[in-house]
C-alpha cells in the first residue's frame, strides 16, 4: 500500500515536471526579438515587402502565443489533477482514522459490558451457591472456594481478552498515524518539487 501510494505521487511528479519544463519552454521571453509593424510601413520605397514581413511576423506571434495558452492549459490540468489526488488521499486517510477510532471506542464498551456482565452474574452465582449450602453444611466451605476459583479463573480470562483487545487497537492506531504522518510528507515533498520546478523552469527560460 505504501509503495502504492509513493509509485502514484513519483509518477505525478515526473509528469508535472516534464509539462511545466515543457510548457516554459515555449513561452516567449523578454529576450526574443519584439516585432514591430510601425517600422515597415514608414518605408516608402519597399510597401510591400514590408506588409509581407508584418503579416508573417503576427501570424508567428499568434501561432506562438497559441502554442503558450495551451501549454499553459496543459500544466493548470496537471496541477488540478494532482490536488485532486492529494485532497482525496487525505480525506480517505482521515476517513481510516475516524473509522479506527469508532471502532476502538465500541470494542472498549463492549468489553466493559462483558466484564460487568460476567462479574455481576460471578458474584450473584458465588452469593448463591454459598447462601444455599451454608445451611445444609456448616462446617465446610469447599462449594464456596470450588465456585470462587471458577470465577477467578473466568475472571483472568476476561482481564487477559481485554489487554489483548486493547494492545490489538493500540497497533492499529499507530499504523494509521504512520501512515497519516507518511501522506502529510508526501504532500509535502510534492509542493516542494512542484515549486523547484517552476522556479528551474524561470531560470532556464530567461537564460535561453
Known amino acids: 500500500m505504501k509503495t502504492a501510494k509513493f ?59 497559441s502554442s503558450s495558452s495551451s501549454s499553459s492549459s496543459s500544466v493548470v490540468v496537471v496541477v488540478v489533477v494532482l490536488i485532486v489526488v492529494i485532497v482525496v488521499v487525505v480525506l480517505a486517510e482521515v476517513v481510516v482514522v475516524v473509522v479506527v477510532v469508532v471502532v476502538v471506542v465500541v470494542v472498549v464498551v463492549v468489553v466493559v459490558v462483558v466484564v460487568v456482565v460476567v462479574a455481576a452474574a460471578a458474584i450473584a452465582l458465588v452469593d448463591e451457591n454459598y447462601t444455599s449450602r451454608r445451611d445444609k453444611n456448616k462446617g465446610s466451605n469447599k462449594v464456596f472456594c470450588d465456585t470462587l476459583i471458577h470465577v477467578v479463573v473466568v475472571e483472568i480470562a476476561v482481564v487477559v481478552v481485554v489487554v489483548l483487545v486493547v ?42
Not at 504522518?181 to 530567461?206: D, K, P, R
Open 7 to 65: 509509485v502514484l505521487y513519483k509518477g505525478l511528479i515526473q509528469l508535472f515536471l516534464v509539462i511545466t519544463v515543457k510548457a516554459y519552454f515555449h513561452q516567449p521571453t523578454f529576450l526574443e526579438p519584439v516585432y514591430d509593424n510601425s517600422s515597415s510601413s514608414s518605408s516608402s520605397s519597399s510597401s510591400s515587402s514590408s506588409i509581407g514581413s508584418s503579416s508573417s511576423s503576427s501570424g508567428s506571434s499568434i501561432s506562438r502565443s
Open 167 to 208: 494492545i490489538v487497537e493500540i497497533v492499529v492506531v499507530v499504523v494509521v498515524v504512520v501512515v497519516v504522518v507518511i501522506v502529510v510528507v508526501l504532500v509535502v515533498v510534492v509542493v516542494t518539487e512542484v515549486s523547484i520546478a517552476i522556479v528551474v523552469a524561470e531560470v532556464v527560460t530567461v537564460i535561453l
